[in-house]
């Protein structure tokens, strides 16, 4: 099957440069609102590394596209809400899937008063234990990477740095991540806010209390860094 052009230039500059259609824009890649095959969808494009060799370049990326894509279908197998793939082009390193309409970042959600923030922080808490059980660590759990959607559903994006792991430390480090986004972004409410997600992944992950015993060490050594500098 051959790649579906929908008007997207392959080199870099051409790819963002100008395009009011652009969601984000990193170092590994960019996100851009497209029409694939009719219908609204996203387009995520990973950049090559020109510091690398050629031939590893295509490796690395192509093995990171697979990452991504294995993670997001085994969410999907899992009822975990994230968007659905459409099309994966391994040659020009593209994802296309699901554009989620209408929806607003958990961190547009925690601008809300405190009291209509509990069911929100449930449905975190309940989406993170679930990615958890499933052994699925996101590695960018970020207030931006989490979308609530009109229907009142919660559906997580952005799989770029996922793996597949049951270590109690990659799972702590992934809850951790999403503390300091928290806190970092919504100090006002954070203690609270944290303190509800958390109460919901203990009660949807089974094995949450040996998770949350390993983030109280990784909180150390987060203030310690922080004390060092």
């Known amino acids: 099957m051959e790649a579906v052009e929908v008007g997207l230039k392959h080199d870099r500059e051409g790819f963002v440069k100008g395009d009011d259609s652009l969601l984000g824009h990193g170092a590994e890649g960019v996100v851009k609102r497209v029409k694939f095959l009719g219908r609204d969808a996203v387009v995520k494009e990973r950049f090559s590394k020109d510091y690398r060799h050629p031939t590893l370049d295509r490796l690395l990326t192509s093995r990171r596209l697979a990452q991504e894509v294995k993670t997001m279908a085994r969410c999907r197998k899992l009822g975990i809400a994230c968007p659905a793939l459409y099309y994966v082009d391994m040659d020009s ?12 970042t958990l961190k547009d959600c925690l601008s809300e008063p405190l009291s209509s923030l509990q069911p929100i922080c449930a449905k975190v808490g309940a989406l993170v234990g679930n990615l958890h059980a499933g052994d699925i660590v996101h590695g960018d759990l970020t207030t931006s990477n989490l979308m609530m959607r009109d229907d009142g559903s ?10 597949l792991s049951s270590a109690e430390e990659d799972k702590a480090v992934d809850l951790y991540v999403l503390e300091r986004a928290i806190s970092n972004v919504h100090c006002e409410v954070a203690e609270k806010v944290n303190e509800l997600i958390l109460e919901s992944y203990r009660q949807r992950f089974g094995s949450a209390k040996h998770v949350l015993r390993r983030l109280q060490e990784v909180r150390s050594r987060g203030r310690k860094r922080l004390m060092v500098g």
């Open 93 to 104: 390193a593209r994802i296309y899937m699901e554009y989620l309409d209408s929806a607003k």
């Open 154 to 163: 919660l559906a997580i994006i952005d799989f770029g740095l996922s793996y």
